[in-house]
């Protein structure tokens, strides 16, 4: 006896053999539910989806693709996600006088973005023996060195990442590495260019 305006079908669905776990997101709590069987997904879908299943709002589902994207080593798409999430931010919050403050502003904001993502070691203005990087993230596989200029170049961005040798202190790391050189546009109001250097691991070369 199935009642389609039950609050919660999800628990039933489930004990009924409807659905059944196929994964489960340690870092985030989250459960994947799926058919068990094509035969299964044909009669529910077309039985009873329609009365069961209604759409909810998503939250945290920018943060979440962010740190999946860092989790797997995909730094292309964490340029996407910066992009777009910049992009949605309208643009009286950034209407700066000067430049110092322009830039202060897109700091901030990078900084508050990166706070976001505690699941993982994230510095900022990180202090080195040449210099302070804008900002490194490491994970378990992969390590970021994120390198930003205003209204500059990402080629300009990557050149002082290796002028300032950045990367050496994870020479003896294991983990792969990946530098990124990125420019904020102060009249878009998001990412300009963006450009990626991985560097092989120690335990790629041995």
């Not at 994947?32 to 299964?40: I, M, S």
């Not at 044909?42 to 909810?56: D, I, K």
């Not at 777009?84 to 403050?101: G, H, N, Q, V, W």
């Not at 500059?152 to 990946?178: C, F, H, M, S, W």
Request: proline share 4%; net charge negative.
């Amino acid at each position: 006896d199935y009642k389609a305006d039950v609050e919660q079908p999800l628990p039933m669905i489930y004990q009924s053999g409807y659905l059944t776990i196929k994964d489960y997101d340690s870092e985030f709590d989250i459960f994947l539910l799926d058919y068990p069987n094509n035969e299964v997904k044909s009669g529910f879908l077309t039985a009873l989806a329609a009365s069961y299943l209604r759409p909810s709002t998503e939250t945290g589902g920018w943060v979440r693709e962010v740190v999946r994207a860092l989790r797997s080593g995909k730094p292309d798409a964490l340029c996407t996600l910066f992009t777009s999430f910049l992009a949605s931010i309208p643009y009286t919050m950034r209407r700066k006088e000067d430049e110092p403050e322009r830039e202060r502003y897109f700091q901030y904001t990078f900084y508050l973005i990166f706070r976001m993502l505690s699941v993982y070691t994230v510095y900022v203005e990180k202090a080195q023996s040449q210099g302070r990087v804008d900002c490194v993230i490491e994970t378990p596989q992969y390590v970021y060195i994120f390198e930003f200029k205003l209204d500059g170049t990402a080629a300009e961005a990557l050149q002082q990442i290796e002028e300032k040798g950045y990367a050496r202190e994870y020479v003896a790391d294991t983990r792969k590495l990946y530098k990124i050189g990125a420019s904020f546009s102060s009249e878009t109001g998001t990412i300009g260019e963006w450009q990626v250097l991985p560097s092989f691991s120690r335990q790629d070369t041995d």
